[in-house]
């Protein structure tokens, strides 16, 4: 059996996984840098807080699942990286935002806030980190469920 929260993240990188322009470069809390230009642009999804809440005296946690979604894309002579990887944001936002639910198994998706790495590379490379707060519930006694 596995928890809610993994089912989750596990469905956020089946939403994201045909993003416009990442071809199969989605991962999920990948560590292995990306180190060569044809593995551009990717996603990487990551876990960042899980905070649980018992807002009544139903047998039930409320959880906060943060997850930051981050785009990773270089730049050319003529583009800016940030402006490159717009696109790619765009895309990956609307797939993410067209089902709240991510298939029943989230109460709600609200973006958080966007924030822009620029990398120091043989090109100019850009991380754009999404944050989203995943409102999903579970039982007390089962985090399956």
Sequence with gaps: MTTKRETILARVLTVLTPT????SRAYRSRQVPLNNR????AINI??????????SSLPKLDWSLRIRVTVFHIGSTSTAPDTAADS????MHS???????LDDNAI??????????MI????????VNCEY???????????SS
């Design 133 to 143: 707060l995943i409102r999903y519930r579970t039982s007390v006694e089962d985090l």
């Design 38 to 41: 044809s593995q551009f642009p």
């Design 120 to 127: 120091d590379a043989d090109q100019p490379t850009v991380a």
């Design 88 to 91: 790619v944001v765009e895309s």
């Design 20 to 23: 416009a322009g990442i071809s």
């Design 46 to 55: 990551e876990p960042i807080l899980d905070d649980p809440e018992q807002t």
């Design 108 to 117: 709600d998706i609200q973006p958080e806030g966007v924030s822009w790495d």
């Design 95 to 101: 797939l993410l935002m067209a089902d709240l639910t």
